[in-house]
């Protein structure tokens, strides 16, 4: 019985397991789209009964489904700690805290992470390896973007004290902190607009940060960029499937078959 459990659950190659993966693909969307209708308050004033029983019934089903994987598996641990393990207790603990902690519930997002399993289901390795290529493109440019972050806020520390200093409480920035606020979003180029230089000189140093802000935009964009390609000229591609990630000596694809060239 155990065997078979873990057959449906975790092996997609059968019929039967097509056919669970697919279920709990219809159900996950749904309790997201139950979450997501609940916040309107429209909705949720009129149909808040409908909405609360098919949270719950979600809820439970994945309940069962989660201690069935733990049933079923042979070294629990490795699965309760796994990436895929801790999602799946995300999944089902936000609705069960809501029971003692008003306001959890909308946690129960976090399930969307829970369709990351479609890459397995449907046998698409080869964005898997993409995906691994991108993560140590990102591993190589830690430093780099560190540095990076390190500057940026020694930038704005220095703009909100000086923006402090010139334009004041009067102007909206009543402190250092404020400042810096102020100096975030302007180099970033997002500017809400709730606080705005008024002097001249603060002007000018606000047009001074705009224009810096597009420069600072494009700086981690290149590094990554600049780590990507490099990356994918180390990675060995196959010729059938186009996927990148293989080993210097490796023969055949990993996610295809292929004999690699």
């Known amino acids: 019985m155990k065997k078979k459990i873990y057959e449906i659950i975790f092996e997609s190659d059968t019929r039967a397991g097509k056919a669970f993966d697919i279920v709990l ?5 749904l309790s997201i789209l139950t979450v997501m209708l609940e916040s309107v308050v429209s909705i949720n004033l009129k149909y808040s009964t409908v909405i609360r029983g098919f949270e719950y019934f979600f809820t ?6 989660y ?4 049933y079923c598996v ?14 799946d207790f995300l999944a089902i603990i936000p609705t069960w805290l809501f029971i003692f902690f008003i306001g959890t519930k909308y946690l129960a997002v976090l399930r969307i992470f829970r369709l990351l399993r479609i890459f397995r289901v449907l046998k698409l390795g080869r964005f898997l390896g993409e995906a691994d290529s991108l993560l140590r493109a990102l ?21 909100g004290s000086v923006m402090y200093i010139v334009e004041g409480p009067d102007s909206g920035f009543s402190s250092i902190p404020r400042g ?19 002097t001249v000189l603060g002007q000018a140093i606000a047009s ?12 981690p964009t290149g590094i990554i960029t600049s780590e990507t390609i490099k990356e994918s000229k180390r990675s060995r591609m196959c010729n059938a499937c186009q996927s990148h990630g293989h080993e210097k000596d490796a023969v055949y694809c990993k996610f295809c078959g292929a004999e690699l060239e």
């Open 74 to 87: 042979e070294k629990k641990s490795r699965y309760l700690f796994s990436f895929f393990g801790i999602i």
């Open 208 to 219: 001074l940060v705009m224009i810096l802000g597009y420069g600072i935009i494009a700086i």
């Open 60 to 65: 439970i089903m994945f309940t069962l489904e």
């Open 180 to 198: 810096v606020y102020w100096a975030v979003i302007t180099l970033t180029t997002v500017g809400f607009g709730d606080i705005v230089p008024k």
């Open 25 to 29: 693909f219809v159900a996950i969307f």
């Open 139 to 159: 591993r190589a440019s830690r430093y780099k973007i560190l540095v990076f972050i390190f500057v940026v806020f020694t930038l704005v520390v220095v703009l």
């Open 67 to 70: 201690l069935l994987r733990i």
